[in-house]
């Protein structure tokens, strides 16, 4: 006879909570409050995690326009350093007439003149740069039209900070709270609205979070898509081809590669035809580009005296991600545990950004979003921002400098120690971001028991090939870290997972989830 009593249905892991993991996080909580207590009612009502940190991340958008006033007012338009000085330069409203949309030419279609011929952006990012040129209104001056443009623009933007940061927060089920560190992201705020990058951040986001849900083939249109906007998310490829190696989910692998092909092919495919001179002028552009603002090439080119030429730098740029992508792969078969997609991710993007001719201020935003899901820890997280904002402040600074006759601003030496300290800043983070995975009891997304949070079929999937000490573990070998080891692939069964009615914070040293002192 059955049973009359009810099961309990099983209960959810707890969300993780920064203020109740991360010193910093808990510091900072003092200004709303302090950490959250045991009895909060966490996630209930209308302001869930999610929302919160959406509105966060259009708030800090909304403060990165303000920024940008007083180039949005004058800089922009009258004098050749201003913009430089007040630190709010954006490609966008100079390109509205120097690429032909004031005109109303056809991206790709239409010639330009001028040293570039054809629009040098990649398909999907000239369709929005079009997009925002049909909403901007005719009449007025050029300044004017300018103006509205980059309005314009800003609020397509802005609709794309809302999506990543949604995107972000879902990926990781159980630490939604993560997305802060992209929302309050101080060099997101203040590059978000140079350039167009935000687009291909968005796309690339989004097809983590499908990933993460184990919708490989949507993962897979989104990450063409991704590529079809900017160069770099086709880069997320070699972690997703390392890790489905590692863990046999070849029919995965396959299947996003097909959705991404061919999502790239029916955006570039009608242009590539039509247009094929327009079409390329991106690669060409690319590859004939001289060594430029923020790179190694050009802090080399300028300390030895020597001008590198475009192929040489080329060919070297190539070998050290060629270099990248093999330590990549030795990482990825040999640590004791299979890495978390986001750890690879970031390794082979900052890689990219580390090696290529040119460093855009705003190329940190490509990176912003995996560093939140790959190293959640916000003091690591704010060093680096601190190195990105301080050079973000010195290519204006230094463009200032040697745009003006008077040379006010910053000298060639000061920029290239501003070179040196963005290097520096990214290194550290994979250098912690490396460490956590040879040593997964450090990573903090695992010690609370999860194997992979954004790595959909390959979370808690066995391994089917590994190499050297992953294939022949010591039988013997002490704990990596002192404590408990954690039980990956079982959330909530960590020696730190957060456990509902415990309160951590309720006396001083009495944190049971406290991470190893690093």
Request: net charge positive; hydrophobic share 50%.
């Amino acid at each position: 006879m059955p049973s009359l009593q009810k099961s309990s249905p099983p209960q959810q892991p707890a969300v993780v909570c920064p203020t109740r993991t991360d010193d910093v996080a808990a510091a900072g909580s003092a200004l709303i409050g302090g950490p959250v207590g045991r009895r909060a009612l966490l996630g209930a009502g209308q302001l869930t995690p999610v929302r919160v940190i959406a509105l966060v991340a259009i708030g800090m958008f909304a403060l990165g326009m303000v920024q940008k006033l007083p180039c949005y007012n004058w800089a922009w338009f009258r004098g050749s350093t201003s913009q430089y000085t007040h630190a709010c330069y954006s490609d966008i409203p100079h390109l509205f007439a120097g690429r032909g949309f004031a005109d109303g030419l056809v991206p790709y279609f239409d010639r330009i003149g001028g040293d570039i011929p054809f629009l040098e952006y990649p398909v999907l990012t000239g369709l929005f740069m079009e997009v925002a040129a049909w909403l901007t209104p005719g009449g007025g001056t050029l300044p004017e039209r300018e103006q509205t443009y980059w309005m314009v623009n800003a609020g397509l933007l802005m609709v794309c900070t809302a999506v990543l940061a949604v995107c972000v927060a879902k990926t990781h089920r159980r630490r939604p709270w993560d997305a802060l560190l992209v929302a309050l992201a101080p060099a997101f705020l203040l590059t978000a609205t140079i350039n167009w990058d935000l687009l291909a951040v968005t796309l690339a986001a989004a097809s983590l979070l499908m990933w993460s849900r184990g919708r490989t083939l949507g993962s897979g249109v989104l990450l063409g898509l991704a590529t079809a906007a900017k160069f770099y998310p086709v880069l997320l490829l070699l972690p997703l081809f390392l890790l489905c190696w590692r863990a046999g989910k070849w029919r995965e692998f396959g299947t996003a590669v097909l959705g991404g092909a061919g999502a790239w092919l029916v955006v570039n495919l009608p242009v590539m035809l039509l247009a094929p001179e327009g079409w390329k002028q991106f690669y060409v552009f690319s590859t004939e580009r001289n060594v430029d603002f923020g790179s190694v090439w050009l802090f080399l080119s300028q300390t030895t005296g020597g001008q590198i030429p475009p192929a040489t730098a080329n060919i070297w740029a190539l070998f050290l991600m060629l270099l990248a992508a093999a330590g990549l792969t030795y990482l990825a078969f040999t640590a004791p545990r299979r890495p978390r997609l986001a750890q690879l991710a970031f390794l082979i993007v900052a890689a990219f950004v580390l090696t290529n001719k040119v460093y855009s201020p705003q190329y940190v935003l490509w990176l912003i979003p995996l560093a939140a899901l790959a190293r959640p820890r916000w003091r690591d997280f704010l060093v680096w921002q601190a190195c990105e904002v301080m050079y973000f402040l010195a290519i204006w600074f230094y463009l200032a400098y040697t745009s003006s006759g008077n040379k006010q601003g910053l000298p060639t030496d000061g920029y290239q120690f501003a070179i040196v300290l963005h290097v520096l800043g990214t290194l550290y983070l994979c250098a912690l971001i490396v460490r956590d995975i040879l040593v997964p009891d450090r990573d903090r997304v695992r010690q609370d028991g999860s194997d992979d949070p954004s790595g959909g079929v390959l979370d808690g999937a066995e391994d089917v090939f590994v190499l050297g000490r992953a294939a022949h573990p010591a039988r013997h070998a002490a704990p990596a870290v002192e404590g408990p080891r954690v039980d990956w692939g079982v959330p909530g069964s960590g020696p730190r997972a957060a456990a509902p009615g415990n309160d951590p914070w309720a006396a001083p040293g009495s944190n049971p989830w406290a991470a190893p002192r690093e």
